[in-house]
């Protein structure tokens, strides 16, 4: 058995670097919810020079909410964000010899789009073929799926999930996940559990690159191989 290991970066909160040496999949703040193009080609250097896999991470143009508030743009908007940042990410990972291999939407997208169809619609039209992060069961993953698209099930250690399989809101008791031995135990059981292909801890979380160390440990000790889907 294998599982990825994807962490958020360009975020311009935590140590990149640091986190670049434990994962295996990288998603890269497009600008739009945080970080610039100078924290998007770092990123993209690093990955390269980590072989590790880089992903568009697309969100809100919400830089105030750190791209956590819903935002009711219309379709044809958000498809021309969502165009926009790929564009962005692409020329910048191809300049520093990668390519983006991937696309995960990033906070209240990410949230809204496992059930608002006319959101995931408008992400995954501007987003040509590329293989999809996901939570299981989201709309948008169904849709790219039906698509011919490559989808991948993630999970969140880090996160507290509702009984319908959904992360818990934020602004609400149990949403977080902050005690790294306890991250590492969910995320062994999230991958034993052979429901998701990737975990991700979250890149803007106190001592995020010692809980991705934490939770790799823990996979690894377990027998499972820590190396990205798209290897």
Same mark, same amino acid.
């Given at each position: 058995?294998?599982?990825?290991l994807n962490?958020?970066?360009a ?10 040496? &434990? ?10 919810h945080a ?7 770092t ?17 809100y143009?919400d ?7 819903r935002?009711?743009?219309?379709a044809?908007v ?11 990410? @692409? @020329? ?12 995960k ?16 619609g ?18 948008i993953?169904?849709l790219?799926?039906?698509?011919? @698209?490559r ?8 996160r ?17 996940v ?10 062994? @059981?999230?991958a034993?559990?052979r ?13 995020a690159?010692?809980t991705?160390?934490a939770v ?5 000790? &377990?027998g ?8």
């Amino acid at each position: 058995m294998r599982i990825d290991l994807n962490a958020d970066l360009a975020e311009g909160v935590t140590d990149d670097a640091g986190l670049i040496a &434990v994962v295996t999949s990288a998603n890269v703040a497009c600008g739009f919810h945080a970080g610039d193009e100078q924290t998007m080609r770092t990123a993209c250097g690093l990955a390269a020079a980590h072989d590790v896999v880089v992903g568009a991470q697309v969100g809100y143009l919400d830089r105030e909410g750190f791209g956590r508030r819903r935002l009711d743009v219309g379709a044809a908007v958000l498809e021309e964000w969502v165009r926009e940042q790929l564009g962005t990410l @692409r @020329r910048l990972a191809a300049e520093e010899g990668t390519v983006v291999g991937y696309l995960k939407p990033h906070g209240a997208l990410y949230n809204r789009v496992v059930d608002d169809l006319g959101q995931a619609g408008a992400v995954l039209a501007a987003s040509d073929h590329l293989p999809v992060l996901g939570l299981p069961g989201s709309a948008i993953l169904r849709l790219a799926a039906a698509a011919g @698209r490559r989808v991948v099930a993630e999970g969140f250690p880090d996160r507290g999930y509702t009984d319908e399989g959904r992360l818990v809101p934020r602004d609400q008791p149990g949403a977080l996940v902050e005690d790294a031995g306890e991250v590492a135990q969910n995320a062994v @059981r999230l991958a034993r559990g052979r429901t998701v292909e990737s975990v991700c801890v979250h890149g803007d979380s106190p001592g995020a690159v010692a809980t991705a160390r934490a939770v790799r440990g823990a996979l690894e000790a &377990v027998g499972l191989e820590v190396r990205s889907w798209a290897g």
